[in-house]
């Protein structure tokens, strides 16, 4: 399996950027996903999950009403939209897989019930 994302950089509190994260190797359709996050010197921490169908997404507090997930089964992507950055936001993002079918989104706002890791892509917001 495969996760890779991509579309972090730099920008400017207040600004935007959305990250998408591909992903191959299983039926995506079948799992749900999530994004999470690490700043340095920081634990990695939950961000967002969505079930199999996009029906069902959950945030976290701190990012609530600021960040969307969303999912194209037909493309195996996962995006998350990300507006009114914070300085507090600047971390490397994560994409993540559940290890099971039968996982849900609430599921994924734990790290030990992800499969598999992207690579990371850092995001820095500078104030």
């Known amino acids: 399996v495969q996760l890779v994302e991509s579309g972090g950089g730099p920008v400017q509190q207040g600004g935007s950027l959305r990250l998408s994260c591909f992903s191959s190797?299983?039926?995506?359709?079948?799992?749900?996903m999530g994004w999470f996050r690490q700043a340095p010197g920081k634990a990695r921490e939950f961000v967002a999950s969505?079930?199999?169908?996009?029906?069902?997404?959950i945030y976290a507090d701190s990012i609530k009403g600021r960040f969307t997930i969303a999912r194209n089964n037909a493309e195996n992507t996962i995006d998350l939209q990300m507006n009114s950055l914070k300085p507090e936001d600047t971390a490397v993002y994560f994409c993540?897989?559940?290890?099971?079918?039968?996982?849900?989104?609430?599921?994924?706002?734990?790290?030990?019930?992800?499969?598999?890791w992207g690579i990371g892509t850092l995001v820095t917001v500078s104030s």
């Open positions: 993540a897989q559940a290890r099971y079918t039968s996982f849900s989104a609430q599921h994924m706002t734990a790290p030990v019930n992800v499969a598999y």
């Open positions: 190797g299983r039926t995506f359709s079948s799992y749900a």
């Open positions: 969505i079930n199999r169908s996009g029906g069902t997404t």
